[in-house]
């Protein structure tokens, strides 16, 4: 489904019920906002991951603006808060009040940009191998510890400068520790990727991006879930956050033997935290 937001149009598919009968009764559940990672990914893998959540939620997954089936927009538009601005114009759309938003990866950066923009709107926040700001020192120690040398000087290289060449080194040595168990290949194929978007956030917002002064402006509970050897969001990225945070609203979940797809690699717990926290 596409739907007009901002000057254009955004899409978004729906997985479970807003409504389900409850003997004389229909029960109200809570909307979850699944925001995807990339930079320049697309809603697909989020799908996979959380539609066993539609038993507690109505899953709602959009593509944000330029990626997967989204209009695309000039990239001067691709920024954190043009996107953050885009979620809170979806639930007015579709007229969706104090939902639950969930952003994994760069998500995180918008469901944050978002939550601190909008602080009386969320009704929950769930950042899940998210980060505030980029940790590059603790994330090439990660890749040192999980993938030797080779992964560091790869990682180093791609952050210091990414660029093609960089890029494919770190695909070869490096995308492969994201995860400490295998994931399925059809998850890359499936995805509509915009890789002249992920590569120019990359050589510039990604870059310097600080969000730690907004977090403080957040008013709902939080849960900050994270992989003990995430390599792209490392563990420090979680605990940052979670001491930022009001502290009666953070609640943070670290996950042994997870990285950056805690979903993937520890379904089990991942999904019993997060269906806790929703229902709570």
Partial sequence: MRI???GGRLF???????????????????????????PGGDHSYLKCELAPLADVAQLVFPDMRSTGRSDPTSPERWTVDRWADD??????????????????????????AYAARYPDHPGKLILYGAEARPHTSESLETFRRLGGPRAYRAAKKY????????????????????????????????????????????QSELRTIDLTPRLGSIRCPTLILS???????????????????????????????????????QPEPALRIIRDFITS
């Fill in 4 to 6: 007009e937001v901002g």
């Fill in 159 to 202: 952050f210091d400068d990414p660029n093609l060449k960089t890029g494919v080194a770190f695909t070869k040595h490096c995308l492969p520790l994201y995860t400490r168990k295998p994931e399925d290949p059809n998850k890359q194929l499936r995805m509509l990727a915009n890789g002249e978007m992920s590569m120019q956030l990359l």
């Fill in 227 to 265: 992989g003990e050897d995430d390599p792209a969001c490392p563990i420090e990225a979680a605990m940052e956050m979670a001491a930022l945070l009001p502290e009666q609203l953070a609640r943070i979940e670290r996950i042994s033997n997870a990285g950056h797809s805690v979903l993937n690699d």
């Fill in 87 to 112: 979620v809170r114009a979806l639930c007015g759309a579709l007229e969706i009040e104090k939902p639950v938003v969930l952003g994994h990866s760069y998500g995180g950066y918008v469901a944050i």
């Fill in 12 to 38: 978004f598919d729906v997985v479970g019920a807003k409504f389900v009968p409850d003997g004389p009764r229909m029960i109200e559940r809570p909307t979850v906002i699944a925001l995807h990672g990339g």
